[in-house]
């Protein structure tokens, strides 16, 4: 069991580019969770997949943000046209969650900096 | 919709003391709770949860949480504090009864704990 993992670990872009995060959960695991993190905040739900379906996606979500998981393994983030006010740490985490009471297992986190 | 409520931002204690870190919740349906603790530039660490049965349930490093339905309350516990508690705390609930498998995260209290 290798974990969560995600990649890369630190960005750093322009205001207008778009970044890609990946993120590879833990071999077996069904679900897979996207969360934003602010300093001195709590993590903000952004979306959630069981295999490769995504069945929930935060309503303050812009349609800049985009996640797949195309194969129902690993599971990207693409962000369009970063602003500053994205500039976060984008956490991932995956539960395997067969009597669905399953905690969260999370991934170090990519942190993005917008210029 | 549910949400979860930490009314501390920090939380000071002596080493050997008891401690207790507040949490609050909000779901329509069965709540499931967790705790989760976060060092400094790591992801979430799961600590703890609550699904049914017992209200005192026991988790890693000697944390403990109480559920108490009336007071809609899961306060995470320690009976002696150590120096390396010291870490960001958040409290989580996901609403057992509505579907859904989006987990809601508080803003975090940080526990300072000191020699």
Known sequence: DTGVSQNPRHKITKRGQNVTFRCDPISEHNRLYWYRQTLGQGPEFLTYFQNEAQLEKSRLLSDRFSAERPKGSFSTLEIQRTEQGDSAMYLCASSLDRTNTGELFFGEGSRLTVL | ?115
């Open chain 2, 1 to 115: 919709a549910q949400s979860v409520a930490q009314p501390e931002d920090q939380v000071n204690v002596a080493e050997g003391n008891p401690l207790t870190v507040k949490c609050t919740y909000s779901v329509s349906g069965n709540p499931y709770l967790f705790w989760y603790v976060q060092y400094p530039n790591r992801g979430l660490q799961f600590l703890l949860k609550y699904i049914t049965g017992d209200n005192l349930v026991k988790g890693s490093y000697g944390f403990e949480a109480e559920f108490n339905k009336s007071q809609t309350s899961f306060h995470l516990k320690k009976p002696s504090a150590l120096v390396s508690d010291s870490a960001l705390y958040f409290c989580a609930v996901r609403d057992g009864g509505s579907g859904t498998y989006k987990y809601i995260f508080g803003t975090g209290t940080r526990l300072k704990v000191l020699a």
